[in-house]
């Protein structure tokens, strides 16, 4: 069982910047995908970003795009979400999770490990 943990959610100004951490138990087999959705209350989790683990290749929403960068650090199994140019509507839980192995990296249904999830509140 893959256990993921996410940290480094808080409570940040409009326009500011954040950085998220998602560290796994285990180590992320070649073309998995991670991946960082989010939630905010009374709506569908969607799609952040997600990383084609060791290939490299990167994916983003259209509504992060230049905004938000997805990273790895392989040796420490870990992934990053920086997060700048913060809005509002960037107020959500923010969750890691670990795609099966051909899941799509924007498909909620598509991965098979998730974390609990990182608050991150982003105020005017």
């Known amino acids: 069982q893959v256990r993921l943990v996410e940290s480094g959610g808080r409570l940040v100004r409009a326009g500011g910047s954040l950085q998220l951490l998602c560290e796994s138990s285990?180590?992320?087999?070649?073309?998995?995908?991670m991946a960082w959705f989010r939630q905010a209350p009374g709506k569908e989790r969607e799609p952040v970003a997600a990383i084609s683990w060791r290939v490299g290749t990167r994916y983003y929403a259209n509504s992060t795009k230049g905004r938000f960068t997805i990273a790895t650090d392989n040796a420490k199994n870990t992934l990053y979400l920086h997060l700048s140019s913060l809005r509002p509507d960037d107020t959500a839980t923010y969750y890691c999770?670990?795609?099966?192995?051909?899941?799509?990296?924007?498909?909620?249904?598509?991965?098979?490990?998730w974390g609990k999830g990182t608050v991150v509140t982003v105020a005017i």
């Open positions: 285990e180590p992320t087999p070649v073309n998995y995908f």
């Open positions: 999770a670990r795609s099966k192995i051909n899941g799509r990296w924007n498909d909620p249904a598509g991965m098979e490990y």
